[in-house]
Structure formats: C-alpha cells, structure tokens
C-alpha cells in the first residue's frame, strides 16, 4: 500500500488495482474508505485503478487540523497524488460527494485533468444538491418493490427533516437489493469517519458561481453519469451538470441507483472504460 505525504505532512495512502495507463478515483460517503468502491465492477481488467483514501479515511493518517476534512482543503491533497504518482496530466473518475472534489480539483487544475468521470456525483461545488422531490419521486418508482411499505415512511420522514437518517431506507439508494447490495450497504458505517463528513461541506467549502465560471473553460472531455433509479442526483441534475462544461456528455445507466457498477457491472465497465480509452 503506498503512502505520500499530503501538503501539511499528514500522511495519505492509496490502492492500486489492474494494470495500465492509471486512473485516479476519488471515493464518496462523504468521507468513506475507498476500499468501498473494490475494482468498480471491473473496470480495473481495463485501466490501473488508483483509489485514495481521504484524509482520516481507510489506511490515510487523521490529521492535526480537523478543518482540513473541508472539500475544498482535499484538493491540495488531489494534487499532491498527481506529483507522486508522476502524471502531467492525469484521468480522474469521482463518485457520489467526491464528484464536488474532483469539480473543485478541476477547477483549480483545469490543465492537469486528461478527461474527467463524474459518477452519480452530488454537485454541492455547482450549488445544485440533490432535492428532497427527486429523491421521493425516484423512491416512489420502485413502489412494487416488496422492501417498500416498511422503507419509504422512514424515508419520508428524513426528506422533511422529521426523522433521521435510517438503514431501513438504505434500498432505495440502490437499483437491486440484493446480497450484494445488503452487504455493500452493512460496511458503510464502519467505512465512513462521520466527524470528517461533517466538516467536508462546512462554510467556505463551496463557491458556486466562481467554480462553474472555471468549468465552462475546461478543455477536458466530460462523462456524466447517472443512475435510471436514483434520486440524488436525479438524472435531471445530472445533465444540469453536463451543461456546465463545453465538451461533456451524460449517460443515463438503466435501472441503477446510486453505486450503478454494483447494479450492472457489465454495462457500467463497458461505458466508462470506453470514455477512458
């Protein structure tokens, strides 16, 4: 397992899985051990996968300032992997809340980005969360779902702030609940450092109007990504994100929630792999 030292001396590690031209991914949660994206449903039997653990994530260091877990701090931690690992220009892939990172990242770095993939990615960085409608109407899809009647109640109750956050509903954030599924969903909370979650959009994270005004110059080809059956970000948001950028795509995944290699890892590998070829 690698380790480099991030700006401040905390040190950070990273996995590498496959062979290949590398591509670097940046995990979601906010804050979750990368160890939860395992080889993206294969796509490392088509590129070298270079997964970061984030700062007091996985196998990295926690560090002295807990103020650095903000998003915006992580990018100097992003580009202190590209000088390690010796790239001048580097392909990025982020899932979930790490796509905020890499637009920041991207924003900041715009010539050091080779192509960029965002996958099922929140764009809190644009200013454009995921809405509390997207996220029910995409609930409401899966009604014949026979987890549905005992899930959606508590999930309700979470969209209008009256309840907390509860692993009853954790279905609906995936387009099959299946063992697969089921035992993705139980390591989450073991994988995630919840004090680092909360401080990762903390004021001062984000600067929407100056982030997309730094996108929309970007060179770099695009992939967007979304999931059929996911409500955050909804498809919707996702092409709303495409258009930030002058040379980006979107794709729809059918039927996939918010980890779509898990869904269908044939359809997801084929489609991101062919982007990064």
């Keep these: 397992m690698p380790i480099f030292d991030a700006p401040d001396g905390t040190r950070l590690a990273y996995h590498q899985r496959g062979a290949g031209r590398p591509l670097v991914v940046l995990p979601g949660g906010p804050m979750r051990a990368s160890a939860y994206l395992g080889n993206l449903g294969g796509l490392d039997a088509h590129h070298r996968l270079v997964l970061l653990d984030l700062r007091g994530t996985g196998e990295s260091e926690t560090p002295a300032d807990p103020e650095t877990y903000r998003c915006d701090r992580l990018v100097d931690d992003v580009e202190a992997l590209r000088l390690r690992l010796g790239l001048e220009r580097m392909d990025l892939l982020a899932h979930s809340a790490g796509g905020s990172l890499a637009l920041l990242y991207a924003a900041r770095y715009p010539q050091r980005i080779a192509r960029l993939a965002l996958v099922t990615a929140t764009p809190w960085a644009l200013g454009w969360p995921a809405t509390a409608g997207d996220r029910r109407a995409a609930a409401l899809s899966r009604a014949s779902e026979p987890w549905f009647a005992d899930a959606f109640p508590a999930f309700e109750a979470w969209l209008d702030g009256s309840g907390d956050f509860d692993p009853v509903f954790v279905p609906f954030f995936h387009g099959r609940w299946d063992d697969t599924a089921r035992a993705h969903a139980g390591r989450e909370e073991a994988e995630t450092n919840d004090e680092a979650a909360d401080a990762y959009g903390a004021d001062g994270a984000w600067d929407p109007e100056a982030t997309r005004a730094a996108l929309a110059r970007l060179t770099a080809p695009v992939l967007v990504l979304a999931g059929g059956a996911d409500g955050g970000p909804a498809p919707a948001l996702a092409r709303r994100t495409a258009g930030v950028?002058?040379?980006?795509?979107?794709?729809?995944?059918?039927?996939?929630?918010?980890?779509?290699?898990l869904d269908d890892p044939r359809w997801f590998t084929r489609r991101v792999s062919a982007f990064f070829a």
């Design 245 to 261: 950028f002058p040379h980006a795509e979107c794709v729809v995944q059918p039927g996939a929630g918010h980890y779509p290699w």
